[in-house]
């Protein structure tokens, strides 16, 4: 399935989204040219540290973008996420920081990450979480507790 886009599609040269427009201090974006959906979601996922999953509802999760891919951890005290540890695949969806406006939708694999070979991963994840009560101790507690998962796009 092709990502919606409020970017460019391929070949496009710009595309300009309004925000609230006529309101006042309404700003007017201009994306100049994303070469493909790849682009989008690396750029997207990389500049909003939260972005929506479609799963018994929509749900807005945190995230870390590590080597090509969406990092979440849930359970154990971090955010609910019910049901994504059981699924295959899921719907993403990032949106504009600035703006709130929806950059691109896309499917992405999603796959338990087996935290003790992935200490990278886990440790960009951590360094992205805000407010941890335990900050030092945090890759144990998710490593006892909880779930991290690697969801990876669609190409």
Not at 26 to 36: C, P, Q, Y
Not at 66 to 91: F, S, W
Not at 97 to 120: I, M, P, Y
């Amino acid at each position: 399935m092709r990502p919606r886009y409020l970017l460019p599609r391929p070949g496009e040269a710009s595309a300009r989204t309004d925000a609230a427009p006529g309101a006042a201090g309404a700003k007017r974006t201009t994306v100049i040219g994303v070469s493909d959906n790849t682009a989008a979601i690396e750029e997207g996922a990389k500049k909003s540290g939260i972005l929506w999953l479609t799963l018994d509802r929509p749900r807005l999760a945190w995230h870390a973008w590590h080597d090509g891919a969406i990092y979440v951890v849930t359970g154990g005290g971090e955010q609910r996420l019910p049901g994504l540890d059981a699924l295959d695949r899921v719907r993403v969806t990032l949106r504009s920081k600035d703006n709130g406006a929806r950059l691109v939708e896309f499917e992405a694999a999603v796959a338990v990450v087996d935290q003790a070979t992935a200490g990278e991963a886990v440790a960009a994840l951590a360094k992205e979480r805000l407010n941890a009560p335990d900050t030092e101790h945090l890759a144990e507690r998710w490593a006892r507790d909880s779930t991290v998962l690697r969801l990876t796009p669609d190409r």
